[in-house]
């Protein structure tokens, strides 16, 4: 009978008519009642992406998507910029490796934002470069990447620019198309709110040409023959039926509430996530490039991380996350993304403050949860 | 309120129990809860590719796994032996070019299966060639291949053995220990009763030999991550959680049943749907290697294949499948696979029947059912 609470910055919590579309019966792909689905999602997605590129649906997790870019826009002995700010910014890099690309990397400190400067300083001295790879939200440290400024330094270089928004996108803004994003990348299980599954990728008509000369081997994410079948509103192979099915509910969600008005909710219980973490004498990992996605908050060295992770879980059923790698078992990351609302952040900081008063931490209880009510009545 | 019955070789219907999975809450996936699912559909996947084998689960679609075969085994310049009776064995050809792979071919007429001593001819031939791709069924044709026989040869050589069996694992007998299937493909959509969405694939142990020495590029597909993961009881990447939740399910309800007699139910189904064919005075498409997976027929030159299965689906609700390449328009085929039962049988051949009379083909209404029914009375 123990209720179970999502709090975590993917999977997030799935909306009713999302789930009821998932329990569905399933359709065939190859008829006109699924071209129809094709057909609403890709417009949708175009929304959410803000672009007017085509966006490719994969049967994959975001990691797959990421793979899709680098194999499809370099050859080996290309030459690719790396981002390198947390655990995904690292994909970037071995994924790039794996493909024998040649990477040159900006190591970002982990809980900063890359300075555009540094990019633009990269691609002056780099001219060979030829795609740019980022992370909007660095999920691993919860900072937000300043991708309008990366896109304006990116744009005077010959390079094109790719944009990991898996945990950002349809959460915060991300203007593919006005802040000259090439390439865009996201998955199912963020703010979209779906199960993990589908991985997406816009491509511009830039980034394109490059898919069109490249020479990596790749046959399943092969962007030329998505093309040629999202031209005749078709899936080269299977597809993921069930859960494209279900984004075409979860888009319509999003086009209810507008995309400006998703992402005001995001900033607000991030606002009252920071205020909360703050009164409970918690430091923020990323104060200067806090995203609105997921807030990580340091842990005191007298609290062990995973233990308080694991007692919010396993005995009270209120799941958020740890630290990664360097980080583990020292940081907390509360997600407030997708299907989260003001009042699960409430019951989140709610257990959060049971478990480290139980665990000998000293604050005045509910003064996390104050802080945040104050934020959320503003 | 027109309602629907899906007969098509994947996607198969979905179980109740299954569909009510689909709809559950999300849970996280590093989690214990999460754990355990893993470890249940871990045993259970052996248990329906009757293998000690590890048998890794891809968030991808059938193709993704039979890529993971081709860029996880060989090295450019490799040689491969690809059969190809089909449009999926043609698939082997496109993937191993793909990737650079020197591709020796036989080629079997649609219709046909292989037979096992052309293959023995070509390894004892070529020693250099270190993977035989093969296809249980063909489901473009509706061939099963003699998977036995080609094992007991394919043994003898240095070559792995590697079968495509995306539509014939859980519904029709595919020892893949005792007939020496190194590496055996499966996706979700087919036997398993699941959305599209999960890719399977077992690796020997000679075969993880060849992933270890692998040198083709691969990240998202790379099945040293798989296999370090999984002995974590874990995955490299976020999986498509809920479609694993509900393979869980759909696992359950197969041990329940025992695959002998979830084989012996697919034979009857095809054995009676062959005869109401034949009683309808088609022709069937596979008569020496008929799968118990899917029916193919040949349409008479007076019918126009594709107006009929169009009718069926649009106008009553009935989805098969048609022909596809050079068959398009000239053969129906009806799947009796996953989640179809008897009396889903004679609905899809009461349907067939209506619209063939429909079109001016001539036969005593109802003789096509008769025929069905004297084979389930049986």
Known sequence: MRKNYLLTPGPTPIPPQVSEALARPIIHHRTPQF?????????????????KNDVFILASSGTGAMEAAVCNLLSPQDTALCIDGGKFGERWIEITKAYGINCQVIKVEWGKAVDPIEIEKVLKAN??????????????TGVVNDIQGIGAVVKESSAVL????????GAIDLKSDDWFCDV?????????????????????????KMVEDCKNPRYYFD???????LDKTDTPFTPAIGLIIALAEAIKLMQQDGLENIFQRHKKMADATRAAVKALGLELFAPDAASDVVTAAKLPASIEGEKLVKTMRDTYGVTIAGGQDAMKGKLIRIAHMGYIAE?????GLSCLEKVLTQMGYKFPIGSGIKAAQEVFLK
């Open 35 to 51: 071209q129809e689905v094709i057909k609403e999602v890709s417009e949708g997605l175009k929304y959410i992406f803000q672009t």
């Open 127 to 140: 001219p060979k470069i030829k795609a740019v790879f980022t992370t909007h939200c660095e999920t691993s």
């Open 162 to 169: 790719v944009v990991d928004a898996i945990s950002g996108l």
């Open 184 to 208: 865009v990348i996201s998955g199912s299980q963020k703010g979209l709110m779906l199960p993990p599954g589908l991985g997406f990728i816009s491509v511009s008509p830039k980034a394109f």
């Open 223 to 229: 962007l030329k023959k998505a093309k040629k079948a």
């Open 343 to 347: 009042f699960d952040i409430i019951l």
